[in-house]
């Protein structure tokens, strides 16, 4: 049906303006933020549901699903006991969730229809995502009046249209792991369009001064080179990337600064007040997603803009979050979904969808990444590509 390709080609053009599309709703005593690529997901997986024809449900589907059943669960429990200005967003935030569930199913579904070449057009998302970015350190260099609006502030850092170095860090590096698969795919052409691609996505990664995107980078190109035995290939690009980043201009400011400490503290404060709520909420949490309130009423978070911080209603660890919001139950079975993934990559000798799973879960402890809009959009439609790859 040519709507449902309208509306996932509208869903790729929205993905590099980020945060930049995004819309907050301050309605009558509750906050919401509402991202289009949000709704336009919700679009897309509408479509699917009501016109298109489905098929049985993907691998991983079930015990992703037991995890979203359980997310219900624990916000209906905890329901009768939150303001009313605490529950909506908390709902919205379950069907956030749901739809994203969903979205992995009919993506599936879509790209057994369609048969399009979907790491080509990831990788010109990645181009897009670093276009951006470079513009931004470039002209707009100094980005610390957006801490007046709930953001982080940072200098002389590539924070793109994301607003944050670590999220445009990652995408970058998810978009970099594709476009050096494609390279070396032997039966592909346009390879100078990866060179120069790859070239462009890794220069924006050292301008992030991310320290867990150098990490993931290097860590990406040793899984998907040594896995293909491209032993010169890993040493010379490894070499390389470490030479940028010695080279790259760190004007002032701790950003610039690789043995920053204040990130980490901050980071470690965090996970300590995540893990004192999950301890007095252990079986099913606060309830997903109610963290927001929790931390507030505990002291965690500033009492004049608890509601619009942009990192009150999160935590800096996928799993902790998880925890927090879910409990043991949501913990475990969503552990077990990651862990099926993963045994199941290895056995199929994936070293790229293997690359971008580690990618993911070690970016977990550092981001509440895992639960990213665009990070949910791209690991959507990578684990829906694998899927229906091994499905066949």
Not at 13 to 18: E, H, M, Q, S, T
Not at 149 to 159: E, P, T, V
Request: hydrophobic fraction near 55%; charged fraction near 15%.
């Amino acid at each position: 049906m040519k709507a449902w390709k309208w509306i996932f080609y509208i869903t790729l053009l929205i993905f590099p303006f980020g945060q930049l599309a995004s819309f907050n709703f301050p309605l009558k005593g509750f906050f919401f933020r509402l991202h289009l690529i949000d709704v336009s997901c919700l679009f897309f997986v509408l479509c699917w549901f009501f016109l298109i024809k489905k098929t049985s449900p993907p691998s991983f589907f079930k015990p992703l699903a037991v995890f979203g059943v359980i997310a219900g669960m624990s916000l209906a429990v905890k329901a009768f006991s939150l303001p009313f200005g605490e529950l909506i967003p908390a709902f919205f935030y379950l069907v956030r969730l749901y739809c994203w569930i969903m979205f992995f199913w009919a993506m599936r579904d879509f790209l057994k229809k369609e048969k399009i070449n979907i790491n080509i057009l990831l990788v010109c998302e990645g181009v897009a995502v670093a276009v951006f970015s470079l513009w931004q350190y470039l002209f707009l260099s100094d980005t610390r009046f957006l801490y007046y609006s709930g953001w982080d502030d940072h200098l002389f850092r590539a924070i793109g249209t994301f607003l944050d170095p670590a999220f445009n860090g990652l995408i970058l590096v998810l978009s970099f792991i594709v476009g050096l698969n494609k390279l070396l795919d032997k039966s592909k052409n346009n390879k100078t369009f990866f060179v120069i691609a790859l070239i462009l996505i890794g220069t924006t990664v050292g301008l992030t001064f991310s320290r867990m995107s150098y990490l993931l980078l290097l860590l990406s190109l040793f899984i998907v080179l040594v896995t293909k035995k491209k032993y010169k290939l890993f040493f010379l690009l490894t070499s390389v990337f470490l030479l940028l980043v010695f080279l790259l201009p760190k004007p002032t400011g701790e950003g610039v600064d690789l043995l920053r400490k204040t990130s980490g503290s901050a980071k470690i404060i965090n996970y300590r007040q995540i893990l004192s709520i999950s301890k007095d909420n252990l079986f099913l949490g606060v309830g997903y997603n109610a963290l927001r309130g929790e931390a507030f009423r505990r002291g965690f978070l500033q009492v004049k803009n608890w509601q619009t911080s942009h990192a009150g209603a999160g935590a800096d660890n996928s799993f902790l979050f998880v925890l927090a919001t879910t409990g043991v139950f949501g913990f475990f079975s969503y552990l077990y979904f990651w862990l099926t993934i993963v045994k199941k990559t290895i056995r199929q000798k994936e070293a790229f969808f293997l690359a971008t799973n580690i990618c993911l879960l070690i970016s977990a402890f550092f981001v509440n990444s895992l639960f990213y809009p665009w990070i949910l959009f791209w690991w959507g439609i990578c684990l829906a590509d694998f899927t229906a790859g091994t499905e066949a």
